[in-house]
């Protein structure tokens, strides 16, 4: 499972062998792989700067992990055409997600641990702050250059009725530029077109003879052109749509065909260029982000274990990977039974669960005597 749990327990004797029989029991019965979580002897200051600390790492968590979901998408999104690859670009400090979590080490170069825990928090902050900035902007400049990319595409799509026709027709097609004649396109039917052949001189006055030709089909119909005399059109339109044989409308303009073409290379030019450029940002920032949000996580747990177990510092934190989904229910019981000396008032009042494990006692109810976190990398496949 791409899910973990972070928690924290006081060192002292009774509760590192409160640890030991976590370990023993969801080894032995397969619920979970634990791992020591290392996390800095930091600064701590004041314990009201803790609170406070504590409410921003939380609102921070929540910014952090929303970040690297949009980033991800922005990756998936990128790489339309590659979305089997999308993980391959999701690494963090060039190794997976899961074996970052697993190996995680404070970094001291990045986030010093000699600094007030106020500082840190800060840099973080102001560090994802920027990321996100960047993003919208490098993922505005791309999705514009798509969508325009897309709505031309879509035009050279579709029937004849609504596509555009600019890379069909050719100069030779038409009668340009002439006083009194004009050629129209027509769209048939495929079942009408000897009806077309046997009628379309006589829909109307000054039709050229045999002056139509069959320039493009789809499944359905075929674009014809005819050519007559301008004064006709009209009256030819309304014989044409009674026999339900459709004027498509169109003006055959050589520079505006020549420019939509043109577009269409740039756009498509413009887009190749990007697209190294802003998967390569995306790959860095999205290591950038995803490290600095496991970071905030460690955060937490300190100010947190400081906060519920007192001064001085002295705290084992865990990393717990629970083996399947099945399980988690079970490993919840687990923990709760091991650690609920740490609050027995809120366990007194806790009924103890149906699930037997030898010298535990279980409890149905989800309650927290220990400090607990939560990363679910789930959340970004």
Known sequence: MSEFWLISAPGDKENLQALEKMNNVTSKSNLSHNT????????????????????????????????????????????????????????????????????FEWDMAKYPAKQPLVSVVDTLAKQLAQIETDLKSRTAAYSVLKANLENLEKKSKGNLFTRT?????????????????????????????????KTYESLSDMVVPRSTKLIAEDNEAGLF???????????????????????????????????EREEMTRLLSDKKQQYGPLLRWLKVNFSEAFIAWIHIKALRVFVESVLRYGLPVNF??????????????????????????????AAASILDASVEIPGLQLSNQDYFPYVYFHIDLSLLD
């Not at 006709?232 to 020549?258: H, Q």
């Not at 399980?327 to 740490?342: G, W």
Request: hydrophobic share 40%; net charge neutral; no cysteine.
């Open 316 to 345: 084992q934190a865990v990393l717990l990977q629970p083996q399947k989904k099945s399980a988690t229910k079970r490993l919840r019981e687990v923990l709760n039974s091991v650690f609920r000396h740490l609050d027995e008032v």
């Open 165 to 197: 026709l600019s890379d069909i027709v050719s100069k030779e097609d038409f009668v340009l530029d002439s006083e009194y004649l004009i050629t129209l396109l027509v769209i048939v039917p495929k079942s009408s077109y000897a009806q077309w052949q």
């Open 36 to 103: 020591k979580f290392a996390i800095p002897d930091f600064k701590v200051g004041t314990l009201d700067s803790l609170v406070g600390l504590s409410d921003e790492l939380g609102k921070l968590d929540t910014f952090a992990e929303s970040l690297i979901k949009r980033m991800a998408q922005s990756v998936v999104e990128v790489m339309e055409d590659s979305k089997g690859k999308v993980h391959e670009n999701l690494l963090a400090n060039g190794v997976d997600l899961t074996s970052f979590v697993t190996h």
């Open 225 to 259: 052109t005819v050519t007559l005399f301008r004064k006709v059109t009209e009256d030819f339109k309304v014989k044409a749509k009674e026999n339900k044989f459709i004027v498509r409308e169109f003006y055959y303009d050589e520079k505006e065909i020549k420019r």
